[in-house]
């Protein structure tokens, strides 16, 4: 079914609810990717560091982790 066949059939306001509805699911989606990239940042962010601090609480030969240097 065209725009135009919708319009002819359901009236002018029918087609502007379609047109505002997909509107507004597009806009909400683009205001999603920042908020989406943001999480994936972080989640990158926070692995670096886990392994960092990993890495450096268990280089010492002989010391399990949490002890510290005897």
């Not at 507004?24 to 940042?41: E, I, K, S």
């Amino acid at each position: 079914m065209s725009a135009t066949d919708v319009l002819s059939r359901f009236g002018t306001w029918a087609l502007v609810r379609f047109v505002l509805a997909l509107l507004v699911f597009v806009l909400l989606h683009l205001v999603r990717l920042p908020v989406v990239l943001l999480a994936v940042v972080l989640a990158g962010a926070m692995s670096r560091v886990d392994h960092a601090v990993t890495a450096a609480v268990s280089s010492e030969p002989g010391c399990v982790a949490g002890e510290g240097i005897r």
